[in-house]
């Protein structure tokens, strides 16, 4: 696994592909996954899940929610990212919004870009992020009331999942 952030090396990987462990270099856009951290990309990303029982494009429609125009790819399961330029401000992830079956990835949030090679160098043309899809940082914050260390010792071996993964949504 590797990571950077410099242009030249990013565009080598596009069309050379990412050295492997094993010394073997991956087919650019079959096993190439990029991730981007949202708050220092300046990106909000709306992600609509569709497929296997996933309905967010037509919960969108059902609800009369229209998705500004904008740089917009096919995810690996067969739903869409819509990529916005974010605003200034402190802005976090969240499910379900506006409807069952889109998520938000904001701040801190990650999505892994499926989408086709980019120029780098020229920055993409996207639209401004829907304000339904901007959520403060701190509304999202939950208290437990108790402390993180007292919460970790309460765990059974093998537990964490869905509560380690909200307690780490709410850490910058």
Partial sequence: TEATTDPETIATWWTAG???????????GSQLWIGVHCGRAGIIAVDVDQGNGKRGAFNLADRGVLLPKTFTY????????HLFKAPP????????????????????GL???????VDITVGQELAPAPSWSLIPRERAAVSTGTSVEAWAAS??????????????????
Avoid: C, M
């Fill in 18 to 28: 990412v050295p492997s462990p094993d010394g073997k270099r991956t087919t650019p």
């Fill in 74 to 81: 096919e995810t690996g399961r067969g739903g869409t990212h």
């Fill in 89 to 108: 401000g402190e802005w976090t992830i969240a499910q379900n919004i506006p409807v069952r079956d889109v998520d938000i990835r904001a701040g801190h």
């Fill in 111 to 117: 999505f892994v870009y499926y989408g086709p090679a």
């Fill in 155 to 172: 765990l059974k071996p093998g537990e964490p999942g869905a509560k380690l993964q909200a307690l780490v949504r709410q850490v910058k």
